[in-house]
């Protein structure tokens, strides 16, 4: 484990041994708070392309955009080993047989090792955990990456989640229940959002800490450009934490998880050209970010998990 958290870097360094690095993928996939069948809109800090990173051309086969990462990613980073991330909206999220054949052409890859699948808690059905496993048979290790960003429903409805923290309970523990060490839990959070003290949101962290979660990416609330949230930030309904003021409450926010969660990340930068606010994300600022954020940790004698011990 690293000083401070058990890190994604100490977790890949544990289970392959080297380096592992993400490819994204974009398989044009939209949600049910979009399309009507639960709401219109979708989420209020959602981007046109559903991820602030911004998409790659989902008019590519999976199959090219896998190949043409895996030879960017391994000349950039020199790894043979890598993800295959399927980002952006909800990307469990159509019919089984059309899933199957999205999902085989990034696991038919060699140097795949990890299939991570971006969705939300209530398009977690039990035949897609079925097709998770026949993957998992084949050596693939798949992380279900399950957005659900506050234990607090009324937050939940108020950025139009169209879904409850107890729908994401209930996928939680349904994938436990199958009892698969390649199956990983990895549930994304926002820090910040709209209404939430910082008793909110620590609360969220004792409450996910209490579910059998196994990874976490943690973000701070950015306000993009042609999002709901953008007319309400610049109408000065609502606002974003400064650095220093997220690097405390997140920072209270590990002390309360449990020490086996690997945290896959802590903050999230903006695309240039993308980001409103906060500034302090945007692109190229995260190794700052995370110097300040290990120097506050140290000076305040923080761990992951170590509120939980105190408290016990």
Same mark, same amino acid.
């Given at each position: ?42 989420? /209020? ?141 990895? /549930? ?125």
């Amino acid at each position: 484990m690293s000083t401070f958290y058990y890190s994604l870097k100490d977790y890949l360094k544990k289970r392959f041994a080297e380096r592992v690095q993400r490819v994204t993928l974009e398989a044009g996939f939209t949600c049910p708070n979009i399309d009507g069948s639960k709401s219109v809109g979708g989420c /209020t800090f959602c981007t046109d392309d559903g991820s602030s990173s911004g998409a790659q051309n989902a008019s590519h086969t999976i199959k090219n955009q896998l190949l043409e990462g895996i030879k960017k990613q391994s000349l950039r980073f020199r790894c043979k080993k890598f993800i295959a991330y399927f980002q952006s909206f909800t990307n469990t999220y159509a019919d089984i047989d059309y899933l199957r054949t999205l999902y085989d052409q990034a696991i038919d890859h060699p140097q795949v090792v990890v299939l991570a699948i971006g969705t939300r808690p209530d398009c977690v059905a039990d035949d897609v955990l079925d097709l998770f496993e026949e993957y998992t048979k084949k050596g693939i290790e798949v992380w279900i990456d399950i957005g659900v960003q506050s234990s607090h429903n009324q937050t939940l409805e108020k950025i139009n989640r169209a879904h409850s923290y107890e729908d994401y309970v209930d996928a939680a523990n349904r994938i436990s229940a199958r009892k698969n060490p390649l199956l990983r839990i990895c /549930t994304h959070v926002i820090i910040g959002l709209p209404g939430e003290t910082k008793e909110m949101i620590w609360q969220t962290a004792e409450a996910l800490s209490k579910t059998p979660v196994q990874d976490l990416k943690i973000h701070q609330l950015c306000i993009f450009k042609n999002t709901a949230m953008e007319i309400d930030y610049l109408n000065g309904d609502i606002d974003v934490y400064s650095k220093e003021e997220y690097i405390e409450i997140l920072a209270g926010f590990i002390a309360r998880l449990r020490p086996d969660i690997a945290i896959q990340r802590v903050m999230g930068e903006g695309k240039i050209g993308e980001l409103i606010a906060p500034t302090w994300a945007d692109h190229g600022l995260k190794n700052k970010f995370l110097e300040d954020l290990f120097k506050y940790l140290e000076a305040n004698n923080i761990k992951q998990g170590s509120y939980l011990i105190q408290s016990v």
